[in-house]
């Protein structure tokens, strides 16, 4: 079977992991600072900004109450968004409103954006499609002039840019994930980057408890009785360990290799697939945008798109779709009209795209989607 998606792990994170195991650290320690710093200088900002935690999920939740949401208060976001950022935003009291989309780009434009935000309008939960950045750089804008605060959910952007800014600092909050099926993986685990540093230093104890404390690792900040207790906040315990952290610094140093091979793909499916009758590819990249390369999707006639992702399952290829709607979901009591969302939802596949892949497999999936497309174009 060809995954849709996969993760490359090898001898280099093994041998990360026996280190850890030797050093007998395995919680938050020396390995999770460093893994902060690292991905910090990756984004291009203050490491004291920066907070490994155990998932992306634990970061929205986290964001929800570091902006402090609750009752009466409206969240934007897109309906095509992965239903933890609809979940955090639920769960605190806050309603979920939900955008349109493009139904091409998968993304919000800003007008998409602004014509769902009212005057109870308090934050903007954005990520971006497929790691394409889309219109982040305008809606950030939007947001600050607004006073409407932008929280990134960068789950599929771990290297995107626009015009050489990452992905998740265009906003107040914003946060990674890299679970097994991520471009870069540690398993479980999340980044969460707060550009306040009051917000970041509040999102540490938040992550722990809700205790005010030095690193335990670092013997210079132990306090005389180090085992007394200091609660500001009563909190979780959502942070991150040394062995996933181990995990991280070494995919970390090999995510340009991810992205160089992600993108080769990518441009295999387009070459091959350009000008089929009755198939659209994604739109080209905008200037200035870079993409961490996580969907490659086709769209199609509704009629057809079931048809051709059973043809394309009994050929041992995995596909799907990401991300089900959520105005459709009823937990989430929705009544908004949003028809881009639906024509996404009823046209769009994804199709394999990971390191593992070779020329063998994403020949396969390309013949395999030609005969299942000519098939179901003569019915
Ligand atoms: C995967 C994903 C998440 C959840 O990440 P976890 O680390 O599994 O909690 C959130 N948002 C988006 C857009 C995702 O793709």
């Given at each position: 079977m060809i995954n849709v998606f996969q993760p490359t792990l090898g001898e280099q994170e093994l041998a990360a992991v026996a280190e850890v195991f030797n050093s007998s650290w395995l919680g938050s320690g020396p390995r999770t600072r460093q893994f902060e710093e690292a991905f910090a200088a990756h984004l291009g900002v203050d490491p004291e900004n920066v907070l490994y935690i155990n998932s992306c999920t634990a970061g929205l939740f986290l964001?929800?109450?570091?902006?402090?949401?609750?009752?009466?208060?409206?969240?934007?976001?897109?309906?095509?968004s992965f239903v933890a950022a609809?979940?955090?935003?639920?769960?605190?009291?806050?309603?979920?409103?939900?955008?349109?989309?493009?139904?091409?780009?998968?993304?919000?434009?800003?007008?998409?954006?602004?014509?769902?935000?009212?005057?109870?309008?308090?934050?903007?939960v954005l990520l971006h499609y497929g790691g394409y950045p889309g219109d982040v750089a305008r809606i950030a804008e939007y947001c600050r002039k607004q006073g409407i605060s932008l929280v990134e959910d960068a789950a599929c952007a771990v290297d995107s840019r626009v015009a050489g800014r990452a992905c998740g600092t265009f906003g107040d909050i914003a946060t990674w994930s890299f679970d097994a099926m991520k471009v870069l993986v540690t398993g479980d685990g999340g980044m969460l980057y707060a550009r306040d540093r009051s917000v970041a230093d509040r999102a540490r104890r938040l992550s722990y408890h809700g205790l005010q404390q030095a690193n335990?690792?670092?013997?210079?900040?132990?306090?005389?009785?180090?085992?007394?207790?200091?609660?500001?906040?009563?909190?979780?315990?959502?942070?991150?360990?040394?062995?996933?952290?181990?995990?991280?610094?070494?995919q970390l140093s090999r995510l340009p290799e991810f992205v160089t091979k992600r993108r080769q793909v990518t441009e295999y499916y387009r070459r091959e697939l350009v000008g089929m009758p009755a198939l659209r590819l994604p739109p080209p990249l905008p200037a200035g945008h870079r993409t961490s390369y996580y969907f490659f999707w086709i769209q199609m006639d509704a009629a057809i798109r079931d048809k051709v992702a059973a043809d394309l399952y009994r050929n041992d290829i995995y596909t799907t779709?990401?991300?089900?709607?959520?105005?459709?979901?009823?937990?989430?009591?929705?009544?908004?009209?949003?028809?881009?969302?639906?024509?996404?939802?009823?046209?769009?596949l994804c199709l394999p795209l990971h390191q593992g892949l070779d020329q063998a497999d994403i020949h396969h999936v390309v013949t395999q989607l030609r005969k299942s497309l000519e098939a179901n174009a003569n019915h």
């Open positions: 964001a929800t109450e570091l902006l402090e949401l609750g009752m009466g208060d409206e969240v934007v976001l897109p309906s095509i609809a979940n955090a935003v639920a769960s605190c009291g806050a309603t979920p409103i939900f955008c349109d989309v493009d139904p091409h780009t998968l993304n919000p434009s800003l007008e998409d954006v602004a014509a769902a935000v009212t005057d109870r309008t308090r934050a903007v335990g690792f670092t013997k210079a900040q132990v306090s005389h009785r180090w085992w007394e207790l200091d609660v500001r906040e009563f909190a979780r315990r959502v942070i991150g360990n040394d062995l996933t952290a181990a995990i991280g610094l070494v779709f990401r991300y089900p709607p959520l105005h459709r979901v009823p937990a989430y009591g929705s009544t908004s009209v949003l028809p881009g969302s639906d024509q996404s939802a009823e046209e769009t």
